[in-house]
């Protein structure tokens, strides 16, 4: 099942359940948001969330293109990307929490074909302060899956302030063995989907309040879930990166570790510049920066000669496409021309000032502080070019 099969039945089974599909949105806030990226599908409607009425209704549904920095030094392993699409429903204070699990236990093994042996859930145990979560307890044990109780797992929040809520959990079986264990115990159980019953909000002095609305807030990874679907091993298997290990191999020989982080890094540039975002050096520009400057840092370890320039066309454009962006996939190009040729007189500067004596012993913070704010050299590449000493 390709992804886009994937998205297009999960927005028709929603769809006839009365939810009105909402476009995504690129991956930039809107203005006066504080976040450098849309991180989940949740987040440009939190002030729906929040009690304003939206034009579309009650129930939505949609699919977003998400954006996570959180995830950077996860990325190689085999269920995290930086950039990501998500699968998203709302109810805006209308069905609450039993309900929208119904729905997604009965698409995941009727409208996808999930084995049911291989589902487990987690739900909130409670606390002092929020009572267990008994009606999505019952809905679970009513419909077969095993349950398993948490407390700081199955609490979602947007941060220390704002909306939060309790959450419950989908897991997919991974392994090739039956089922065992449970998910905090065994991490051959995958996330999928999180239901977050989202009715109250944390204020600055830690206590909760409700809501104006009990809502519902769900989301499900499709790259994650398209490659458990696919019986891939990893998310770097699923079908979206098929021209990626097509053809970047043809050019560059890397172990799977490189592979995975050139994959996703170069994938995600690619996104972030088809909405509009170039390189700099603060802000939104220094995240696109940082993807790049690491692939080339990890390309050139092994031969200074590799260039992005060989980076096939096919997977710039197929990127593009995918994520329905209508950014001139040449404009892509030479930006990372352009950003390949500044690090590279970035790291001979570099060189040069980490040759003189005073930095020929160990660096302290006020010596990483100079070499950032007078010769422009970031931390982690002091410690990249210290490495090849």
């Known amino acids: 099942?390709?992804?886009?099969?994937?998205?297009?039945?999960?927005?028709?089974?929603?769809?006839e359940r009365g939810h009105r599909r909402i476009t995504g949105s690129t991956l930039l806030p809107p203005p006066g948001d504080p976040v450098l990226f849309t991180t989940s599908g949740m987040h440009p409607l939190t002030?729906?969330?929040?009690g304003r009425p939206h034009p579309m209704g009650r129930r939505l549904v949609n699919v977003q293109r998400c954006l996570r920095t959180t995830d950077l030094e996860e990325v190689g392993d085999a269920t995290h990307l930086t950039v990501f699409e998500m699968l998203g429903t709302w109810s805006l204070g209308d069905y609450e929490g039993p309900q929208s699990l119904a729905w997604g236990y009965d698409l995941l093994t009727e409208g996808l074909g999930i084995d049911?042996?291989?589902?487990?859930?987690?739900?909130?145990?409670?606390?002092?302060?929020?009572?267990?979560?008994?009606?999505?307890?019952?809905?679970?044990?009513?419909?077969?899956?095993?349950?398993?109780?948490t407390v700081t797992d199955n609490w979602w929040s947007n941060g220390p302030t704002g909306p939060c809520g309790p959450d419950s959990e989908i897991f997919l079986w991974s392994g090739d063995t039956p089922p065992r264990s449970t998910p905090t115990e065994d991490d051959r159980w995958v996330e999928v989907w999180n239901h977050v019953m989202m009715?109250?909000?944390?204020?600055?002095?830690?206590?909760?309040?409700?809501?104006?609305?009990?809502?519902v807030d769900t989301g499900l990874g499709m790259e994650r879930l398209a490659s458990l679907l696919q019986g891939k091993s990893s998310v770097f298997e699923c079908d979206v990166f098929d021209p990626w290990r097509r053809l970047v191999p043809r050019i560059w020989t890397l172990d799977e570790p490189t592979r995975r982080l050139v994959h996703d890094h170069l994938r995600s540039a690619v996104v972030v510049s088809g909405d509009g975002v170039r390189p700099g050096s603060t802000g939104r520009g220094y995240v696109v920066r940082r993807l790049v400057r690491r692939v080339l840092t990890v390309l050139w370890r092994d031969d200074p000669t590799r260039s992005l320039g060989d980076l096939p066309s096919e997977v710039i454009e197929h990127t593009l496409d995918h994520f329905r962006q209508d950014t001139d996939p040449g404009e892509v190009r030479r930006m990372l021309l352009d950003e390949e040729r500044r690090f590279g007189r970035l790291l001979e500067r570099g060189r040069q000032v980490l040759a003189r004596p005073r930095f020929r012993r160990p660096l302290e913070e006020e010596d990483l502080h100079y070499l950032h704010d007078t010769h422009g050299l970031p931390r982690d590449l002091v410690r990249t070019l210290r490495e090849e000493e």
Request: proline fraction near 7%.
């Open 116 to 149: 049911p042996g291989l589902l487990h859930a987690t739900v909130y145990a409670g606390d002092e302060r929020t009572g267990q979560d008994s009606a999505s307890l019952e809905l679970w044990q009513n419909r077969g899956v095993p349950v398993e109780l």
């Open 199 to 215: 009715r109250h909000r944390r204020l600055d002095d830690g206590s909760l309040v409700p809501l104006p609305q009990r809502n």
């Open 47 to 50: 002030p729906y969330l929040e």
């Open 1 to 15: 099942m390709k992804t886009e099969h994937i998205a297009r039945t999960f927005v028709e089974y929603f769809e």
